[in-house]
């Protein structure tokens, strides 16, 4: 199973990113999809993720600021990111979870910068 992100970038302060992560396998056999991120000299840490039943969880940094959702037909998950800030500047990670096992992409950089 692979996953693979797409659509980091650099961008401004108080811009947005629509950040994709293509599965290869059926996302329905994801019991959670989502995204984490790890910045420079920091531990990877949680942003968002989505169960399959379509209930989704926040870190507190992104809470009304990040969206996270998955297209079931097109094995994707997204997060769309707005008024994005210096600090969120960080390698996003998409992650799965299947069973009892986890999955994760390789990561796309996000770099928030004037």
């Known amino acids: 199973v692979q996953l693979v992100e797409s659509g980091g970038g650099l961008v401004q302060p108080g811009g947005s990113l629509r950040l994709s992560c293509a599965v290869s396998?059926?996302?329905?056999?994801?019991?959670?999809l989502g995204w984490y991120r790890r910045a420079s000299g920091k531990q990877r840490e949680l942003v968002a993720t989505i169960i399959n039943d379509g209930n989704t969880h926040y870190a507190d940094s992104v809470k009304g600021r990040f969206t996270v959702s998955r297209d079931n037909a097109k094995n994707a998950v997204y997060l769309q990111m707005n008024s994005l800030k210096p600090e969120d500047t960080a390698v996003y990670y998409c992650?799965?979870?299947?069973?009892?096992?986890?999955?994760w992409g390789q990561g796309t950089q996000v770099i928030v910068s004037s």
């Open positions: 992650n799965g979870n299947s069973g009892s096992t986890t999955y």
């Open positions: 396998k059926s996302v329905g056999g994801f019991w959670q």
